[in-house]
């Protein structure tokens, strides 16, 4: 009997480049979901006719309320493999309870070097710069309720070039993460 492949939806809150790099190749997206209206991400969904929904934190009672009702969308949906592309807050218990299926994380160091709270956007390269690390890189991980710790599906490395900021440091695992992130995908959707 072969397996059914996974169903994927995809959580944003911003620009949506890493969205856009698997939607642009060809993995099939079910819904996106944004915790934040008038973000980038959500024209990427609507430019590639996938359905697109926010749940901001204002709407709901609290945090835990609206993580439940993120986790119901997506099992409404029937996804069964969520992807945080760039979401930027911890999900609570509420969001595990209502999304029994997997959920993946991309984030752009060498976990768990650089991670936990705090490690989202510039700071994560300004923190690789700051340590002297000779090189850093993207993870792929499950998502548990503890922040950027749950275990490692893929990782790829990236230099630490001598003239590096912030910026062409965060351009250049930028690259790495849309091709590690369509190749991890390609795989899990194969089954
Ligand atoms: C990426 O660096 C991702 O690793 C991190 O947040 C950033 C999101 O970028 N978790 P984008 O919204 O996909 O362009």
């Known amino acids: 009997m072969t397996r059914a492949a996974p169903r994927l939806g995809v959580l944003v809150s911003g620009r949506g480049s890493n969205l856009e790099a698997i939607l642009d190749a060809g993995v099939p997206v079910v819904t996106v979901i944004s915790n934040r209206p008038g973000v980038r991400a959500l024209e990427v969904a609507s430019g590639h006719r996938v359905p697109a929904f926010v749940l901001p934190r204002a709407d709901f009672a609290d945090a835990d309320s609206r993580d439940g009702a993120i986790g119901r969308r997506l099992t409404d949906a029937g996804v069964t493999l969520c992807l945080l592309a760039g979401y930027d807050q911890r999900l609570r218990d509420g969001f595990f309870a209502a999304f029994p299926g997997r959920t993946i994380n991309i984030h752009p160091s060498l976990l768990p070097a650089h991670g936990g709270p705090g490690m989202v956007g510039l700071a994560v390269h300004q923190s690789v710069l700051a340590s002297?690390?000779?090189?850093?890189?993207?993870?792929?991980?499950?998502?548990?309720?503890?922040?950027?710790?749950?275990?490692?599906?893929?990782?790829?490395?990236?230099?630490?070039l001598p003239d590096d900021d912030p910026e062409t440091l965060a351009a250049r695992v930028l690259a790495e993460e849309h091709r590690l992130l369509v190749g991890t995908l390609a795989d899990l959707l194969r089954g």
Do not use: C, F, S
């Not at 690390?133 to 499950?142: N, Q, W």
């Open 132 to 160: 002297g690390d000779p090189e850093t890189g993207v993870t792929i991980h499950e998502v548990t309720p503890e922040l950027d710790a749950g275990p490692i599906l893929a990782q790829v490395r990236v230099p630490v």
